[in-house]
């Protein structure tokens, strides 16, 4: 079972900044692709950031040039830097990892929630 450990979701107020962390086993971090999602209530679970082994990224077109994914390998730990937050940021963020493969199966992490609010 992989397990992801994420980190660093809390309540900021309005153009502020938060940085969230998620630690994947070193067994396969490097060679698979990591991803966040978000998932308000009542809605579907959507993607916000990805990025590849190679390091090629993919944002959700409502947090371009907000947020920022990137990963460190050595760390086995990916990042979501998350900048200028709105109220509609809020909700619970998920860490997502897919090993390579076309049908090998992805892994979440629990979740970590960020609100936006003044």
């Known amino acids: 079972q992989v397990q992801l450990v994420e980190s660093g979701g809390g309540l900021v107020q309005p153009g502020e900044s938060l940085r969230l962390s998620c630690a994947a086993p070193g067994s396969i971090f490097s060679i698979s692709v990591m991803a966040w999602y978000r998932q308000a209530p009542g809605n579907q679970r959507e993607l916000v950031a990805s990025i590849t082994s190679g390091g090629s990224t993919n944002y959700a077109d409502s947090v371009k040039g907000r947020f920022t994914i990137s990963r460190e390998n050595p760390k086995n730990t990916v990042y979501l830097q998350m900048n200028s937050l709105k109220p509609e940021d809020t909700t619970v963020y998920y860490c997502?990892?897919?090993?390579?493969?076309?049908?090998?199966?992805?892994?979440w992490g629990k979740g970590t929630r960020v609100t936006v609010s003044t």
């Open positions: 997502y990892l897919k090993p390579p493969g076309a049908n090998s199966v992805p892994y």
